[in-house]
Each structure stands twice: as structure tokens, then as C-alpha cells.
């Protein structure tokens, strides 16, 4: 994860001082839950549960069992095989949208905080544009015109998150490129790519990332929200959204069909935002700079 | 000087475009500096010393407009292609900024900082640039290095980071240092060592070196030759024992007036220079420190003085009325 490559950025081997901040146990938690969910996630086509998709119409909403342990949806599908394929589909969606948004609008940030001028305009002014186009409607129209699936899923959202990533980047280069060190690469003999890269992505990649992660949570949600609208997945295809979006219908009778995804939804994303909170205090070499 | 000057900055003009039209920061400079000499420019703040160096360096802000030429080394910084500039600075020409807190990058090791200037200046591997810079950092007078390679520019003191940007500095053997202001930021009791240390590393690599400063006590022991500016422009120039001994622009007077005296009895007023300095973008008529100089006459406001030499070939001054004696100088 992107949160790591900060650690290794002193690539002479530097051993890292001494933190000052223990991380607490919630963080551990996070952690814990987090990896849970990923491992489940990526090993699920290995794991002895049914298929998520085969229905059996005479196990309709049925209670926990040992052969469902969390029970069959309305269609009579394991609860807990579409959870952990809902999973997939959820955090595919939720990490690689973000990723989209993190490269291209933290690149273009960069770019136009650094060199201003007549790109700078360009760039701030087609982010605008792209702000001011209702999401949804974005979203609605691209499924419409390239039918719906999890990379038109993925892009949409992606390049939704662009303008975001952008503004954080391009104000945190900004105030960079002022800053004396800059000038002093520039006086030692350095190149623009060189300035960029080695002098200012380390120091832009900090509220970058931290950005990044509140970016997943706010995806995984953004995803959950087009599901439950129909716009995401394609039936049968089962997400986190989708799943609460289905366990509507039978709120009345089994209201854990709705709130299971919903449950593990809210762990999930609590977990990104905590292990984000906390990692950017930790990592951050610039703390107790004063 | 006989032989060519490693520096000399001809008839240099810096104009920054502002929302109350152009500010001439830096107005008609000439200076020489020949190899492994010593300048120092005195001048208070906003008298262009810092966008003077800029210019020297072409490290200019992107709107600023400049005028003259800059020859260094038989060359003019201001004409050559970008990329020969480019590999000219930290090879030849290295800086060192005023405040250390905000010239070092927060978020990289000074080992890193150290190393890569070292790897892409004289092409060194890894491993020698890296025994290159424990070697660096002990000359800077910093113990256990080692340990200081790999430590972020916070974990060190104030001090201790100006070393560490002049052991960047000085790490190309660059044949002229310009140090502007390096020691405001730091503990008057620090200011001694960082320039001791400055004076010592110039002499050791024959390296020529320009002390910015508003100090005119800091140049007094350290340089070859002072220039004073004011309002953009060079307003005496002279080597610094004669600039000492019979200084002749009242403002280079009040400078020194305004160092605190050790031996003044306790509670002296500070003899400061009334009023502000003048507003750059709207240029007087006459000499531009003739509202605040004590010995204006009429045609002060009228005219504006040349920088010309009449006493002797190398003590440069403009002013119409310059101090007849020098007396009470105490330097």
C-alpha cells in the first residue's frame, strides 16, 4: 500500500528514530479487521463455501445453520459466500478508484502547482468543469453508453476523484514551491523532474496519501450508494451496496440480510479511516518540527 | 585587480512587476570578486541584497525582469543555455539561505540530501558519496556522522542544520559560496562558529565567497571588500579597512551607529535610522536616502548622486556631502 512506500523512501537503510506516539490498540484492531476482510477477499474463490450465485427457492431467507452459517437471501444464496464475494467486488472498486484519482490529480496537481501559468489555468479550469458535472448523472450516462460493469464502475468513480486529488495536491506544491529547499535543489543544480520528484512528491505524498485513504472509505461508500441504485454491479454479481440494496425488500422479515453488508460496510470503512489517522500521525517526519 | 575577476556583475538591474506597478529591487549594480576573495553586502532588509544574489545565481522569480550581465568564470550566467547553468550551479556556484529550518527538506535524511548532490554533481556510487558525506560532515565540525546521515533536518538543532546546508554547499568544491544572511536565523553565540567555520572552508579551498548581511559587524573581521546597498543600489564600495577606517556615506555611518555597543553604559538608546526606506516602486527624484540622512542638503533631494571614486581608485561612494573625518568610528 502507497501508506508504506513513505517508510522506504530513505533508501540509504536509514533506521527509523525512535516514535514518540505508540500506536494504540484500536489502530491494531483496524488492522486486524482489515487484513480479515482482505484475505478473505482474496482467497475466497479457495475457500470451501458455495457459489454466491446458485439459488435454492426452497431455502429462501433461511436462518443461521451449519450450512449456511449466516443464513440464504431472499433467493435462497449463501449470505456469507456473497458477503466475502461482496467484499471483493467492494474493495477492488474502493482501492482502485482511488488509485486513478491519486496518479492522475496528484500528477496534474503537481504539475500545474509547480509550473503555474497557462497550465495551471488549464488544468484548474477543466477540474472545475468536471466538479460541476452532477456525479450521479455522470455516473448514470456512462453505464448507460458502456453498459454496466466493474471497470466502467471503477472509472467513473475514479475519474470522479480526480479533481479532489488534484486540489490537494496542487495546494500542498504550492506552498512547497516557495519554500526555501526548493530554491536550494534549483541553486545545487537540479533538473524540474528531479525538483519534482525527489524534492517535492516526498513532502506532497504525505497529505496525498492520507487523502487517499479517506478516499477509499468515501468510494467503498460512493460504490455502496450506486449499487443500492441499481447503477453498480450488474445482478448477480454481489457487493456490499448491492446486498443492502436487496436486503430492502425483506427489512420486515429478515432485517440481517440488509444489515450484515451494512455491518461489515461500516467496520470497513471505520477501519481505513482509523488506520489513515493514525499512519499519517506516525509516519509524518515533519511532526514535532517546530 | 590585475588578472580577470572570477565575478563580475555588470550594470545588473532586477525590475518585479507588482500590483502598484514595477519595483526596481535591484537598480545598476557593478561588483567584482576575484578568486578566493571575500565580499560582504551590507544593507537593510529590502535593500535588494537577496534578489541581487538571485541574480547572480539567475535563480530569479519567473516575472522578475533583469537587465546586465553577469560574467563568472569568462562566461555570462544571464546568456548561456539552461542546461550548461544548470550544471554550472552546486558545481561551481553554491548557496547558502538564510534560515536553515526551511532550507533543508523536511522530509528526506540529510544523508539523502548530502549523497544525491554528491551523485549528481561528481557521479559518484552510492557507497562513495556516502563515505563523502561523514567526510563533509566532520569538516562542518559535526560529530558522529554517521548517526547525523541518518537522521530528518527536525531531529537536528538550528546550528547544526546550517552546517549541515553548508557541508551541502561546500560538498562540489564550488569556486564561489554565496551565503545569504547565514547566520540571521541562528543564536548570537552559534552566528560565531557558523562564520568562523565559513571563514575557514574559504580559506582551505581557495573558494571566493559573498556575505550577505545586515550586520556590518560581520563583515568587519571577514571580508576582502564591503558593499553597502540601499534602495537597490550599491551606495559605497570599498576594501573593508579603508570602508572602516573613512567610511563616506552617511548611511553606511548610521549602520554602524545602530550596533549595539558591549561598552555603552546600560539603557543607551539604540541609535536607530529614522523613518523608512523609500517606497521602490515610486523612485525619488534626488539621492534615496536623503529623507532620512542628517546632512541633506537641498541639492540632495534635487539630484541623485554617481557611484564614483574620488579619494582613491578602489573606495567607491555616492553621495554629494560624504563625511569629511571619520571620526568616532570604534569597529
Given at each position: 500500500?502507497?501508506?508504506?512506500?513513505?517508510?522506504?523512501?530513505?533508501?540509504?537503510?536509514?533506521?527509523?528514530?525512535?516514535?514518540?506516539?505508540?500506536?494504540?490498540?484500536?489502530?491494531?484492531?483496524?488492522?486486524?479487521?482489515?487484513?480479515?476482510?482482505?484475505?478473505?477477499?482474496?482467497?475466497?474463490?479457495?475457500?470451501?463455501?458455495?457459489?454466491?450465485?446458485?439459488?435454492?427457492?426452497?431455502?429462501?431467507?433461511?436462518?443461521?445453520s451449519?450450512?449456511?452459517?449466516?443464513?440464504?437471501?431472499?433467493?435462497?444464496?449463501?449470505?456469507l459466500?456473497?458477503?466475502?464475494?461482496?467484499?471483493?467486488?467492494?474493495?477492488?472498486?474502493?482501492?482502485?478508484?482511488?488509485?486513478?484519482?491519486?496518479?492522475?490529480?496528484?500528477?496534474?496537481?503537481?504539475?500545474?502547482?509547480?509550473?503555474?501559468?497557462?497550465?495551471?489555468?488549464?488544468?484548474?479550469?477543466?477540474?472545475?468543469?468536471?466538479?460541476?458535472?452532477?456525479p450521479?448523472?455522470?455516473?448514470?450516462?456512462?453505464t448507460?453508453?458502456?453498459?454496466?460493469?466493474?471497470?466502467n464502475?471503477?472509472?467513473?468513480?475514479?475519474?470522479?476523484?480526480?479533481?479532489?486529488?488534484?486540489?490537494?495536491?496542487?495546494?500542498?506544491?504550492?506552498?512547497?514551491?516557495?519554500?526555501?529547499?526548493?530554491?536550494?535543489?534549483?541553486?545545487?543544480?537540479?533538473?524540474?523532474?528531479?525538483?519534482?520528484?525527489?524534492?517535492?512528491?516526498?513532502?506532497?505524498?504525505?497529505p496525498?496519501?492520507?487523502?487517499?485513504?479517506?478516499?477509499?472509505?468515501?468510494?467503498?461508500?460512493?460504490?455502496g450508494?450506486?449499487?443500492?441504485?441499481?447503477?453498480?454491479?450488474?445482478?448477480?454479481?454481489?457487493?456490499?451496496?448491492?446486498?443492502?440494496?436487496?436486503?430492502?425488500?425483506?427489512?420486515?422479515?429478515?432485517?440481517?440480510?440488509?444489515?450484515?453488508?451494512?455491518?461489515?460496510?461500516?467496520?470497513?470503512?471505520?477501519?481505513?479511516?482509523l488506520?489513515?489517522?493514525?499512519?499519517?500521525?506516525?509516519?509524518?517526519?515533519?511532526?514535532?518540527?517546530? | 585587480?590585475?588578472?580577470?575577476?572570477?565575478?563580475?556583475?555588470?550594470?545588473?538591474?532586477?525590475?518585479?512587476?507588482?500590483?502598484?506597478?514595477?519595483?526596481?529591487?535591484?537598480?545598476r549594480?557593478?561588483?567584482?570578486?576575484?578568486?578566493?576573495?571575500?565580499?560582504?553586502?551590507?544593507?537593510?532588509?529590502?535593500?535588494?541584497?537577496?534578489?541581487?544574489?538571485?541574480?547572480?545565481?539567475?535563480?530569479?522569480?519567473?516575472?522578475?525582469?533583469?537587465?546586465?550581465?553577469?560574467?563568472?568564470?569568462?562566461?555570462?550566467?544571464?546568456?548561456?543555455?539552461?542546461?550548461?547553468?544548470?550544471?554550472?550551479?552546486?558545481?561551481?556556484?553554491?548557496?547558502?539561505?538564510?534560515?536553515p529550518?526551511?532550507?533543508?527538506?523536511p522530509?528526506?535524511?540529510?544523508?539523502?540530501?548530502?549523497?544525491?548532490?554528491?551523485?549528481?554533481?561528481?557521479?559518484?556510487?552510492?557507497?562513495?558519496a556516502?563515505?563523502?558525506?561523514?567526510?563533509?560532515?566532520?569538516?562542518?565540525?559535526?560529530p558522529?556522522?554517521?548517526?547525523?546521515?541518518?537522521?530528518?533536518?527536525?531531529q537536528?538543532?538550528?546550528?547544526?542544520?546550517?552546517?549541515?546546508?553548508?557541508?551541502?554547499a561546500?560538498?562540489?568544491?564550488?569556486?564561489?559560496?554565496?551565503?545569504?544572511?547565514?547566520?540571521?536565523?541562528?543564536?548570537?553565540?552559534?552566528?560565531?562558529?557558523?562564520?568562523?567555520?565559513?571563514?575557514?572552508?574559504?580559506?582551505?579551498?581557495?573558494?571566493?565567497?559573498?556575505?550577505?548581511?545586515?550586520?556590518?559587524?560581520?563583515?568587519?573581521?571577514?571580508?576582502?571588500?564591503?558593499?553597502?546597498?540601499?534602495?537597490?543600489?550599491?551606495?559605497?564600495?570599498?576594501?573593508?579597512?579603508?570602508?572602516?577606517?573613512?567610511?563616506?556615506?552617511?548611511?553606511?555611518?548610521?549602520?554602524?551607529?545602530?550596533?549595539?555597543?558591549?561598552?555603552?553604559?546600560?539603557?543607551?538608546?539604540?541609535?536607530?535610522?529614522?523613518?523608512?526606506?523609500?517606497?521602490?516602486?515610486?523612485?525619488?527624484?534626488?539621492?534615496?536616502?536623503?529623507?532620512?540622512?542628517?546632512?541633506a542638503?537641498?541639492?540632495?533631494?534635487?539630484?541623485?548622486?554617481?557611484?564614483?571614486?574620488?579619494?582613491?581608485?578602489?573606495?567607491?561612494?555616492?553621495?554629494?556631502?560624504?563625511?569629511?573625518?571619520?571620526?568616532?568610528?570604534?569597529?
Amino acid at each position: 500500500m502507497a501508506t508504506l512506500d513513505l517508510g522506504m523512501e530513505d533508501d540509504i537503510g536509514a533506521a527509523p528514530a525512535p516514535r514518540s506516539r505508540q500506536l494504540g490498540l484500536l489502530f491494531w484492531i483496524a488492522i486486524g479487521w482489515m487484513a480479515l476482510v482482505f484475505a478473505l477477499a482474496l482467497f475466497a474463490p479457495l475457500l470451501p463455501l458455495p457459489s454466491p450465485t446458485d439459488m435454492d427457492m426452497l431455502e429462501r431467507r433461511a436462518p443461521f445453520s451449519a450450512a449456511h452459517w449466516l443464513g440464504t437471501d431472499g433467493l435462497g444464496r449463501d449470505e456469507l459466500a456473497r458477503l466475502i464475494h461482496g467484499a471483493r467486488i467492494s474493495l477492488a472498486v474502493g482501492l482502485f478508484a482511488p488509485v486513478i484519482g491519486l496518479v492522475i490529480g496528484g500528477a496534474l496537481g503537481m504539475l500545474a502547482g509547480y509550473f503555474r501559468g497557462r497550465l495551471e489555468t488549464l488544468v484548474v479550469g477543466s477540474m472545475d468543469v468536471l466538479l460541476a458535472f452532477p456525479p450521479l448523472v455522470l455516473a448514470l450516462a456512462v453505464t448507460a453508453y458502456l453498459g454496466q460493469s466493474i471497470l466502467n464502475l471503477t472509472l467513473i468513480l475514479g475519474v470522479l476523484g480526480i479533481p479532489a486529488f488534484m486540489r490537494v495536491a496542487r495546494a500542498a506544491t504550492l506552498t512547497l514551491a516557495r519554500r526555501e529547499f526548493v530554491i536550494a535543489a534549483e541553486a545545487l543544480g537540479a533538473t524540474h523532474r528531479r525538483i519534482l520528484l525527489r524534492e517535492l512528491l516526498p513532502n506532497v505524498l504525505l497529505p496525498l496519501v492520507a487523502f487517499f485513504l479517506l478516499g477509499v472509505a468515501v468510494t467503498i461508500v460512493a460504490e455502496g450508494a450506486l449499487s443500492f441504485l441499481g447503477l453498480g454491479v450488474p445482478p448477480p454479481v454481489a457487493s456490499w451496496g448491492s446486498m443492502i440494496g436487496e436486503g430492502r425488500e425483506s427489512l420486515d422479515v429478515a432485517p440481517r440480510l440488509a444489515f450484515l453488508p451494512a455491518f461489515a460496510f461500516f467496520l470497513t470503512v471505520l477501519s481505513f479511516n482509523l488506520v489513515g489517522d493514525s499512519l499519517k500521525a506516525v509516519t509524518d517526519p515533519r511532526q514535532g518540527a517546530l | 585587480m590585475s588578472e580577470a575577476p572570477l565575478l563580475s556583475v555588470e550594470d545588473v538591474a532586477v525590475d518585479l512587476p507588482t500590483a502598484r506597478g514595477p519595483l526596481r529591487a535591484v537598480d545598476r549594480v557593478d561588483l567584482t570578486l576575484g578568486a578566493g576573495r571575500t565580499l560582504g553586502i551590507v544593507g537593510e532588509s529590502g535593500c535588494g541584497k537577496t534578489m541581487l544574489s538571485r541574480a547572480i545565481l539567475q535563480l530569479l522569480p519567473r516575472k522578475a525582469k533583469f537587465s546586465g550581465r553577469v560574467m563568472f568564470d569568462g562566461q555570462d550566467l544571464a546568456r548561456i543555455d539552461r542546461e550548461h547553468l544548470r550544471k554550472l550551479r552546486g558545481r561551481s556556484l553554491a548557496v547558502v539561505f538564510q534560515d536553515p529550518m526551511t532550507s533543508l527538506n523536511p522530509v528526506l535524511t540529510i544523508g539523502t540530501q548530502l549523497g544525491e548532490t554528491l551523485q549528481e554533481h561528481l557521479e559518484l556510487d552510492s557507497v562513495h558519496a556516502r563515505t563523502r558525506s561523514a567526510e563533509l560532515l566532520v569538516a562542518v565540525g559535526i560529530p558522529a556522522p554517521e548517526q547525523r546521515l541518518m537522521q530528518y533536518p527536525h531531529q537536528l538543532s538550528g546550528g547544526m542544520r546550517q552546517r549541515v546546508a553548508i557541508a551541502i554547499a561546500l560538498s562540489c568544491e564550488p569556486k564561489l559560496l554565496i551565503a545569504d544572511e547565514p547566520t540571521t536565523a541562528l543564536d548570537v553565540t552559534i552566528q560565531a562558529q557558523i562564520l568562523d567555520l565559513l571563514a575557514r572552508e574559504q580559506r582551505r579551498r581557495h573558494m571566493a565567497m559573498i556575505l550577505i548581511t545586515h550586520d556590518l559587524g560581520v563583515v568587519a573581521g571577514r571580508t576582502d571588500e564591503v558593499a553597502v546597498m540601499y534602495a537597490g543600489r550599491v551606495v559605497e564600495r570599498a576594501p573593508t579597512p579603508v570602508l572602516f577606517r573613512a567610511m563616506q556615506m552617511p548611511y553606511t555611518e548610521a549602520l554602524l551607529a545602530a550596533i549595539p555597543k558591549l561598552d555603552a553604559a546600560p539603557h543607551t538608546p539604540l541609535p536607530a535610522i529614522s523613518g523608512r526606506p523609500p517606497d521602490p516602486t515610486r523612485p525619488l527624484k534626488g539621492c534615496s536616502f536623503s529623507p532620512r540622512c542628517r546632512y541633506a542638503l537641498a541639492r540632495c533631494h534635487q539630484d541623485k548622486p554617481a557611484l564614483t571614486a574620488p579619494l582613491s581608485a578602489d573606495h567607491h561612494y555616492a553621495c554629494f556631502h560624504p563625511l569629511r573625518t571619520a571620526a568616532g568610528v570604534d569597529a
